[in-house]
């Protein structure tokens, strides 16, 4: 590991701050230390520098390490602290872990390279928290772009956690709304909505389920897909997503009806296709004999046949044919 770190030191006793220096230079050659001795350097620091990694003793004649601590982490959450310390005891430790501590190791000559360890140990922890947090993050943010729904819950449905998109496919405000409610009251009905958590409890698969709601903007189908967390780990929780597939849904109706319609449109000869083509452009019988240098008569004997076979009454059912016969993504991008 030979990045560069910027690393905060605080104790009072110049003594112990040149050796935990020279343990981190020794681990760290480019690393960069800042020292607090008193309440006010560390304040003054806290308020004004950008820092990777605090290492403070517990025993401070201006305070304590927890305290540290407490400061350091009300001002950067994520920085790891590590405490090394040679009058803290057990419960010292198990106090500052509670506070998010991420390292306590008793201040003697022969836990000096645990203390470089440490420090390894703990700062890239931190950065690839970092790195999945701001991965996450933009994870979070292209769903919700996306209009995605995200959201975990328990074993028993109830949500946990759920996005911004989710929020609004429920119609909370607010996350502490959604706690209130759970999975199945997505559902059309509570039956339905059980049975599908059921699914999900008893599978390590991933299951899906598709529902449809009337909203302001007409019905809309969503799919429902969620997976159960590995049974080794507990407690157990159910993560998921609710995608509006109204859209794909549509597209693969237009698709059908692309597909049948073409198939009735093939039975047509090569004559009526011509003539059906020359009608639902909107030319009269009398330019489309004109234009296929047969007669009127010839025309109205192949429209006849043409609209026998394709089940049509009207003008206006050929033309609506001839539509359906055009597949979506040909309609999207003419030739």
Not at 84 to 113: C, P, Q, R, W
Not at 282 to 310: C, D, F, W, Y
């Amino acid at each position: 590991m030979t990045q560069r770190l910027r690393v905060l030191v605080v104790d009072d006793n110049p003594q112990d701050r040149r050796l935990v220096i020279r343990e981190l230079k020794k681990a760290f050659p480019q690393s960069e230390v800042l020292e607090a001795i008193d309440q006010e350097q560390l304040d003054k620091i806290l308020l004004t520098e950008q820092f990777d990694l605090v290492v403070t003793d517990y025993h401070l004649h201006w305070s304590d390490g927890i305290q540290v601590l407490r400061n350091v982490k009300e001002r950067s959450p994520y920085c790891p602290v590590i405490m090394f310390t040679a009058t803290g005891n057990e419960d010292v430790a198990v106090e500052a872990m509670k506070h998010g501590l991420d390292d306590y190791i008793i201040k003697s000559v022969k836990h000096f390279v645990r203390l470089r360890a440490a420090v390894r140990t703990v700062v890239e922890f931190a950065r690839t928290r970092s790195r999945v947090e701001h991965l996450t993050a933009r994870l979070e943010s292209v769903l919700s772009q996306l209009s995605v729904g995200v959201f975990s819950c328990d074993p028993a449905g109830r949500f946990m956690e759920v996005n911004d998109a989710m929020l609004q496919l429920l119609g909370y405000e607010s996350a502490d709304q959604a706690t209130q409610s759970g999975l199945v009251s997505l559902f059309p009905n509570t039956e339905q909505g059980n049975r599908f958590l059921q699914s999900i409890r008893e599978s390590d698969q991933r299951q899906e389920f598709e529902i449809e709601q009337d909203t302001d903007e007409g019905r809309k189908c969503y799919r429902i897909t969620a997976k159960r967390s590995s049974a080794e780990f507990e407690p157990v929780f159910i993560d998921g997503l609710v995608e509006d597939v109204t859209q794909l849904k549509n597209f693969e109706i237009e698709i059908r009806q692309a597909a049948v319609a073409s198939a009735q449109l093939a039975m047509l000869s090569p004559r009526e296709r011509e003539v059906f083509d020359e009608v639902v452009s909107g030319k009269p019988n009398k330019t489309v004999a004109r234009k296929m240098q047969i007669t009127e008569k010839t025309v109205e004997k192949h429209r006849a046949s043409m609209m026998r076979k394709l089940g049509a009454r009207s003008v206006t059912d050929l033309v609506r044919l001839a539509m359906l016969s055009q597949s979506p993504l040909s309609r999207e991008n003419p030739q």
